[in-house]
């Protein structure tokens, strides 16, 4: 035990005198000690600790930044006059894509639908009015809806029923929608669009931008 204890003091010993003829060599010689190496090695760490940290960092900016433009940024146009005077024709609108991951189409919101779920049809923007189990029936040119007049339209009256001419009982999943300006709008009183059920809608429509004489501004 004596014997293993002197061999790893001399073993000490030794590396510390090598140390030191390093160091005092290097200092004569003009070239780096052991403790210089040792300081270009945490140097050298550091930089490309930094590196990496600025690699990753980039990732996430590229990640949220990709996240936010589908969340918020995706566009579609407005097609005709069926949302004037909220929306003109050709005026390209923002869609919230994640609005209803967390929560359901309310009364009164903006949306974005495929009509009967075509991929390939043109994003149709409307507004919702009646919401699932809602009882929808237009007379004499009034949205009526669960027996009381809908009071938020903006319309001034829809002459045209269509289908809502009799009573309508939506479903579990199902919305009606209609363009504000009801006189140039085909939208739920069609049988061709009819009710929207979830799985159509695409997101809401949150932001207008700016076309001819309409500015730029959220969509109410």
């Known amino acids: ?112 639908f495929r009509p009967n779920g075509n991929e390939n049809a043109h994003l149709s923007v409307k507004r919702v009015v009646a919401t699932p189990g809602d009882h929808v029936q237009i007379v004499q040119g009034k949205v009526v809806i669960n027996g009381s007049i809908y009071t938020k339209d903006k319309a001034e009256d829809t002459r045209d029923a269509g289908i809502a001419a009799s009573e309508i009982v939506l479903g579990a999943d199902e919305y009606f929608v209609l363009g504000d300006n009801r006189r140039n709008s085909e939208d739920s009183r069609s049988a061709n669009i009819g009710n929207i059920s979830r799985g159509m809608i695409e997101g809401r429509a949150w932001y207008g931008l700016k076309i001819k004489n309409k500015e730029a501004g959220r969509i109410q």
């Not at 061999?7 to 200092?27: A, I, T």
């Not at 490309?48 to 918020?72: D, N, R, T, W």
């Open 1 to 112: 035990m004596i014997i293993i204890k002197k061999h790893l003091l001399m073993q000490v010993l030794l590396l510390y005198n090598y140390n030191d003829m390093f160091n005092r060599y290097s200092r004569k010689t003009g070239g780096p000690s052991l403790s210089y190496i040792n300081r270009e090695r945490k140097f050298n760490t550091n930089i490309l600790y930094q590196v990496l940290q600025c690699i990753f960092l980039a990732f996430i900016a590229i990640f949220l930044g990709f996240a936010i433009i589908y969340a918020f940024g995706i566009r579609t146009s407005v097609v005709g006059e069926s949302m004037e005077p909220t929306l003109s024709n050709g005026q390209e609108v923002l869609i919230n894509k994640i609005a209803y991951q967390f929560s359901a189409p309310k009364q009164g919101d903006v949306i974005v």
